[in-house]
């Protein structure tokens, strides 16, 4: 970073320049370098009263071998380049450009761009990757159609792959050859793709609802054809669904995704041409687990679901980020909860929500779903952008219901196809087919930060009045202090003294209130006694809701709410209170509420209950999660009573676990759908618990489990078990045996590091550095250094915060020396350092030291600059 980075505000945005009709690539690859021939026919906008000078984008490492207009090459004079941008001083109104650089992918290590991945070559250009191959207008609202030849040697690489349909192939006589695809449908830069690798692929059809036959691949390297089933059966189920529940078909002849190993994130939806990390991608019973096979059925999804929510209808400029991605994510979390349980998927996704992205919300990086400014966009594809942005879309699904919610998506897609458009766009549409005034439901938008809703409630006998006061606040974040209320949807239910549901509004059994001031009151009439609310049913609106239920009343809703996420969250909230009891007095007065151990045995032996939920209901709530809830952490007691919880809970409920785990086994095939995952969930749970009371009894249940498992979610389930035991011999033996069975599996050899990485165990920061020397650690591969680093550092927090700093220190150390290979993974590394204002004044001054230091450390890339700058600006 040469200058003193740049902050790019949302009210700064201009239309561009230029248009460009018509996109002309030519790649030749070779091992030293490629070379990328560009051609851009464009036309000058016409909307702006002063002519706007013609500005590309292009990275520092870009050698600009041939700059021409119509026909006659550049002179020095006659363009600037300055950073990224390369500025090009009178051009015509209409003109060709051609444009040749030479780039080097086989150098390139921030998976940006044009890169290699294990010898095959390979594209991740969101948000601006292409400026790493280019120079080009690279913004979301220059959408052009692309013709692309892709030039490589024949046997390296017989696979040549890019957008769209291929129109032409050749061979050269040299042993290369080529391909010509050509993509019908304008899209923006970010959206381009190219692979040129020695791989295989399985293949499908689809027709569409209109008939249209439509080609599935799915490309991976030779060893790994044997996982590639469930992802084509995902991909048919959200092609099918989309049709469906959007009446969205898809619009090209053939739909390709390809697995590579080397991916800074999930995967990328570029048009026609998926990129797939190996991670969300691959699944075979014998190598993956459950929760990765729902992972791959929900990515797959997601990305497909991007061709319209994203690729048809695309973002005007990156602060509209979640117009694609908080949609898609909606459209996602709700074909799995179609797939598979309703009620679960609702719960880990608010977990995940409550857990990181309220988190996010009180951090230093908070941001509202559509961000006001940025120094780095990639530091800007967040929780908040991804899984708040997916709930504000859910809360306009609750206000209008599915059919008005249907009618405004019909009326987006059909006004917007083919346009680069905002996030208002998208609410005026919701608008406009229902009727209704989401004005100041708009804030969300706007305003970041986690509103805190207050519930007090009152009953007068004499009058059967049940009256409850909603207050509503929102905490400050950096950007604003003060915030507007919000209109806030908020499901809720009645329960009479029985538990049964009391008929409200219309004789339905939850309502939904609106809630627009800082303070509102709303009543209910004709109740003989006074109810027992259940608030906020199925999370319908993501804010942290207080009311004083005492234990019983959880206990009450836990065994009778009609609205099962509620009848989870009273478990939740039951056991948070339990435990920020326990924590406060720590280490005196540790003594378990029996009511904890009494429901656990009820909801355990409950044969009428989804084992899926009673394995969500007796799953305690994180540490990450209590780390959240409170004030000042106390890294130690949260540890510890979590796991005295655990013990005590073990011990009493000895014999049902036993007998839960017994009476959840099965010979049957393995099969990863709704019932059998909740079967091994449970089952696993069971043992976990047993494993728990250090009793070699259990500890050799657990290793036969490891030792006979036919698919990997059990074997890796008593993997972990063994190794987070206090059988410090037995841990290492089954690491070493899983290790030399599974060694060349390189996705499940993630799961042996994280295994590790996250152990608590003495001695925990000593291994993680000793594993980052074996030879199954990767520097450059981030599936590695999520496996290890960011495992240790976010699920490992009474190590990641020993006392002594040695846990900062060393995440400071990599986040330095990743800025240089991969910025923006060093910066995502990095989130654990910036929560330093949970911790106390000794760990505070420690975290701060160390953001301190990369500060210090040189030349820090936009990615880290921005949120190691932001995160000391808070400091007061
Ligand atoms: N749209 C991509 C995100 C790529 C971000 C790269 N910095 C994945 C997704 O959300 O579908
Ligand atoms: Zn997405």
């Known amino acids: ?194 692979v040129a690798g020695d791989l295989e692929h399985i293949e499908d059809q689809f027709t569409t609802a ?102 048809r209808v695309t973002c005007r400029d ?42 996010e919300d009180a951090g230093p990086m908070a941001h509202p779903v559509r961000p006001a400014s940025f120094i780095e966009i990639s530091n800007f594809y967040t929780l908040t952008v991804y899984e708040k942005g997916a709930e504000v879309v859910r809360m306009i699904h609750t206000l209008l219901g599915p059919e008005l919610f249907r009618k405004g998506s019909d009326l987006y897609f059909d006004r917007h196809d083919g346009k680069a458009v905002t996030t208002d766009d998208f609410v005026d549409a919701m608008e406009d087919a229902s009727g209704r005034d989401l004005s100041q439901f708009r804030r969300w938008y706007s305003q970041a930060g986690t509103p805190e809703l207050q519930v007090e409630d009152r009953f007068d006998e004499s009058t059967g009045v049940y009256q409850l006061t909603v207050r509503q606040s929102c905490p400050g974040t950096p950007d604003m202090k003060h915030k507007q209320p919000f209109h806030i949807p908020l499901a809720l239910g009645l329960l009479d003294q029985q538990g049964s549901d009391l008929p409200l509004d219309g004789g339905q ?51 009778h ?63 990450a999660y209590l780390a959240e809830l409170a004030d000042v952490v106390d890294v130690e007691a949260i540890h510890e009573v979590r796991q005295f919880i655990r013990r005590q809970l073990a011990k009493a409920l000895e014999s049902e676990f036993l007998a839960t785990y017994n009476s959840h086994q099965t010979l049957e095939a393995y099969r990863p759908d709704a019932s059998e995952v909740a079967r091994r969930s449970l089952k696993n749970l069971a043992l976990s618990y047993l494993v728990a009371l250090d009793n070699e009894a259990y500890l050799s249940l657990a290793q036969s489990q490891f030792a006979d498992a036919d698919n990997m979610t059990d074997q890796q389930a008593a993997l972990g078990q063994v190794v987070h035991s206090d059988f410090v011999e037995a841990g290492q033996q089954v690491l070493a045996k899983f290790y030399d069975q599974w060694q060349h599996e390189s996705l499940v050899v993630n799961q042996w ?3 590790q990485a996250s152990d608590v165990k003495e001695g925990a920061l000593e291994r993680v550095v000793a594993l980052m020397q074996h030879e199954a650690f990767d520097m450059k591969n981030p599936n590695k250094v999520r496996s290890v680093i960011s495992v240790f550092c976010n699920q490992n927090l009474l190590n990641f915060h020993r006392p002594d700093g040695s846990g900062y220190r060393f995440l400071a150390d990599q986040v330095i020396e990743f800025n240089r290979i991969n910025p923006q993974i060093a ?50």
Not at 52 to 65: C, R, T, V
Not at 527 to 548: E, H, N, Q, T
Not at 582 to 595: E, H, I, K
């Open 210 to 311: 209109s008939g249209r036959p439509v080609e599935l691949k799915i490309f991976a390297e030779k060893k790994d054809l044997d996982k590639l089933d469930y992802a084509m059966q995902s991909l048919k189920r959200s092609m099918t669904w989309d049709e469906e529940v959007y009446g969205r078909e898809y619009d090209l002849d053939i739909f390709m995704i390809v697995a590579v190993d080397f991916f800074n994130m999930g995967a990328m939806e570029n048009k026609g041409l998926n990129i797939f990390n190996t991670s969300c991608v691959l699944a075979n019973p014998k190598t993956t687990t459950d929760a990765a096979f729902q992972r791959v059925e929900g990515v797959v999804a997601h990305e497909y679901f991007h061709n319209w929510s994203g690729n």
């Open 509 to 559: 059994t939850t309502q939904v209130l609106d809630l627009t001031e800082s303070e509102q009151t709303f009543s209910f009439e004709g109740l003989s006694a006074k109810p027992v609310p259940s608030l906020l049913r199925g999370f319908s609106a993501p804010v942290k809701l207080s009311y004083d239920y005492s234990r019983d009343e959880l206990l009450f809703l836990m065994a």
């Open 318 to 359: 990156w602060f509209q980020l979640s117009l694609k991605e908080g949609f898609t994510v909606f459209r996602d979390a709700e074909f799995s909860a179609d797939m598979n349980s309703r009620t679960v998927k609702r719960i880990e996704d608010v977990t995940l929500l409550r857990t990181a992205q309220f988190a």
């Open 1 to 194: 970073m040469s200058q003193e980075p740049q902050v790019i505000y949302l009210k700064d945005y201009q239309a561009p320049a230029y248009s460009v009709d018509k996109t002309t690539l030519r790649f030749e690859l070779y091992e030293e370098e490629t070379i990328v021939r560009a051609e851009l026919q464009m036309q000058r906008n016409t909307q702006h009263a002063e002519p706007l000078p013609l500005q590309l984008f292009g990275h520092e490492s870009m050698e600009l071998l041939r700059l021409a207009v119509n026909g006659g090459v550049l002179q020095q004079a006659e363009y600037s380049r300055e950073g990224e941008l390369l500025t090009l001083l009178d051009t015509p109104d209409q003109l060709t450009l051609e444009i040749v650089t030479r780039i080097e992918p086989q150098n390139n290590t921030s998976l940006e761009g044009l890169y290699k991945s294990d010898g095959m070559f390979c594209t991740q250009c969101e948000a601006e990757g292409f400026r790493r191959i280019t120079f080009y207008p690279d913004r979301p609202d220059v959408l052009s159609v692309f013709t692309t030849t892709v030039e490589a040697e024949q046997s390296r690489y017989p696979v040549l792959l890019s957008n769209g349909n291929p129109i032409a192939r050749g061979q050269e006589e040299d042993g290369r050859h080529w391909v010509t695809w050509e993509d019908p449908f304008p899209k923006p830069a970010y959206l381009f793709a190219l």
């Open 753 to 755: 590091l994280a295994v």
């Open 561 to 623: 709410d009609s609205d099962g996420f509620n009848r989870w969250d009273a478990s939740q909230k039951l056991a948070v209170g339990i435990m920020q009891e326990l924590v406060a007095a720590y280490p005196s007065q540790m003594q378990l509420d029996q009511r904890l151990v009494d429901a656990y045995r009820r909801v355990l032996t409950d044969e009428s209950l989804d084992p899926a939920m009673v394995a969500q209901i007796l799953t305690l709530p994180s540490e």
């Open 827 to 876: 910066s995502r590394l990095l989130t654990p350092l910036t929560r330093w204002k949970k911790y106390d004044a000794d760990r505070q001054a420690l975290m701060k030291a160390e953001l301190g230091r990369i500060m210090d450390s040189g030349e820090l890339s936009k990615d880290v600059y921005e949120v190691v700058s932001k995160s000391l600006a808070a400091v007061e």
